[in-house]
T-cell receptor, first 107, second 114 residues
Framework: AQRVTQPEKLLSVFKGAPVELKCNYS??????LFWYVQYSRQRLQLLLR??SRESIKGFTADLNKGETSFHLKKPFAQEEDSAMYYC?????????FGAGTILRVKS | DVKVTQSSRYLVKRTGEKVFLECVQD?????MFWYRQDPGLGLRLIYF???????EKGDIPEGYSVSREKKERFSLILESASTNQTSMYLC?????????????FGDGTRLSIL
């Protein structure tokens, strides 16, 4: 069965520190993975997708098929990065989401 | 820019009432989705639709039904509301089935069942 695991409910870091939000998936096919973000009082929005291999707002994520992971990374956290982050796996035309990780960046 | 509009931001209903949540998108997307968002559980898919009058059950369809009479509108119906349906409900839309298009979300409806 398709499953996405985000092991941390809350990640708290200081401004300027590196950030890594963990995501592991379970899927027998070829995975398509996404990171979505929800800032306070805003709608859920796409942050990045693995197929694009892009860096958005300084965040990157690399698909590691051997470890079945898609961790989200940023070298220097900023206060405006504080938000809820969801990792999502696409199968067919559906998405399955992880439970989410709250990122708090402290000044 | 894609616009997904949910009719209510906040809604309070009573146990046993029939509740309608409405969602409209303006980008001619084929796919539409209803999720509920609960702390510690993430987003869980209730129902989705890939065409007018077409619907498929998601992971937690019990107690819910949907209607898609027009391409732009997707309604979620709580047949007889119960307190365990108190939650944040999110609507989303995306382009064709099979494509690598992301889902676009509405602002959400926070529903309280008393």
């Amino acid at each position: 069965a398709q499953r996405v695991t985000q092991p941390e409910k809350l990640l708290s870091v200081f401004k300027g520190a590196p950030v890594e939000l963990k995501c592991n998936y379970s899927y027998s096919g070829s995975p398509e993975l996404f990171w979505y973000v929800q800032y306070s009082r805003q709608r859920l929005q796409l942050l990045l997708r693995h197929i694009s291999r892009e860096s958005i707002k300084g965040f990157t994520a690399d698909l590691n098929k051997g470890e079945t992971s898609f961790h989200l990374k940023k070298p220097f956290a900023q206060e405006e990065d504080s938000a809820m982050y969801y990792c999502a796996l696409k199968y067919g035309n559906k998405l399955v989401f992880g439970a989410g990780t709250i990122l708090r960046v402290k000044s | 820019d894609v616009k997904v509009t949910q009719s209510s931001r906040y809604l309070v209903k009573r146990t046993g009432e029939k509740v309608f949540l409405e969602c409209v998108q303006d980008m001619d997307h084929e796919n539409m989705f209803w999720y509920r968002q609960d702390p510690g559980l993430g987003l869980r898919l209730i129902y989705f639709s890939y065409d007018v009058k077409m619907k498929e059950k998601g992971d937690i369809p019990e107690g819910y039904s949907v209607s898609r009479e027009k391409k732009e509108r997707f309604s979620l119906i709580l047949e007889s509301a119960s307190t365990n349906q108190t939650s944040m409900y999110l609507c989303a839309s995306s382009r064709d089935r099979g494509s690598n298009q992301p889902q676009h979300f509405g602002d959400g409806t926070r529903l309280s069942i008393l």
